[in-house]
């Protein structure tokens, strides 16, 4: 009988040291760096739904790294031609129908982007989940049919963040980024990320349909879709300046 409960135990520790022994933080980064590799340059169709209305807005995008992106915006003919660059800690808006340069302050990386549900921060990526933050692996979940480690993200206390808490599902084969909830500092969720449709994209597989959806705002939603994705791309960080902001197309 003590044999047998003395097996049973052990086999109980063996099942959870899998869990315990995962790099929380590693994991969060791979799963984040297949989103963006070393540099990317993608193509992607956003949908702003609206109880009454719905709006569609294309976009072309380049990034190196985690501290440079630009973000060119092709369709439609009203908002076409905007730009949005961020270089390091710095972020830029280029407006050509009022021929402006905006700099938009950190104070505003919780705003709405282009009217969608998507803040400032989403799209160019200002705070760095990998470093902004300190990850705990909570538990494991199925979602979508995927095995998940859900993953708790708490900043650290000198970051310059949006976010007062993250949970993140991850699934633990793939790496695939499957879900995102994002809370404010009251710990009162706002958003909720749903990452679907996995397909081959360049040299790697991602979910290629992003949904972002308000908590208290009922009929309203953002998809993000990615049509074209090429990784690894030879972009040189001359690329990323507010010269090339108005000349980009």
């Known amino acids: 009988m003590k044999t047998n409960l003395l097996a049973i135990l052990l086999l109980l520790v063996a099942g959870t040291l899998p869990a315990q022994s995962v790099d929380i933080k590693d994991l969060v980064r791979r799963a984040d760096e297949k ?25 072309k995008s380049w990034t190196l790294g985690t501290e440079f992106s630009l973000i060119l915006i092709t369709a439609p003919a009203k908002e076409k ?7 390091k800690n710095e972020m830029w808006n280029w407006v050509p129908s009022i021929n402006r340069m905006i700099k938009i302050p950190p104070s505003m990386m919780m705003q709405s982007w282009m009217g969608s549900d998507f803040t400032n921060d989403d799209l160019v990526q200002e705070s760095s989940l990998v ?10 979940e199925k979602l979508e049919g995927y095995d998940c480690y859900k993953i708790e993200l708490i900043p650290n206390e000198d970051a310059a963040v949006v976010w007062g808490k993250i949970f993140m599902w991850i699934s633990k084969e793939e790496l695939l980024w499957l879900k ?7 710990d009162f969720l ?16 991602i ?24 990784f690894e791309a ?10 090339n902001m108005k000349r980009i197309k």
Not at 35 to 57: D, H, K, L, N, V
Not at 134 to 140: A, D, K, M, P, T
Not at 191 to 205: C, G, P, S, W, Y
Request: avoid cysteine; hydrophobic fraction near 35%; charge should be negative.
């Open 234 to 243: 030879p972009i040189e960080e001359s690329f990323f300046s507010i010269q």
């Open 190 to 205: 706002v958003n909720t990320e749903i990452l679907t449709d996995i397909k081959q994209m360049d040299d790697r597989v």
């Open 207 to 230: 979910p290629t349909r992003m949904e972002m959806i308000p908590a208290e705002k009922e009929g309203h939603k953002t998809i993000m879709t990615f049509d074209k994705m090429d």
């Open 35 to 59: 989103f963006r590799g070393s540099s990317s340059i993608g193509e992607y169709t956003m949908t702003i739904q609206r109880p009454a209305w719905e709006r569609t807005i294309s976009m």
């Open 81 to 87: 031609g905007q730009v949005f660059l961020k270089r």
């Open 180 to 186: 995102a909830e994002f809370y404010d500092e009251d």
């Open 131 to 140: 470093k902004d933050y300190e990850h705990r692996l909570l538990g494991e």
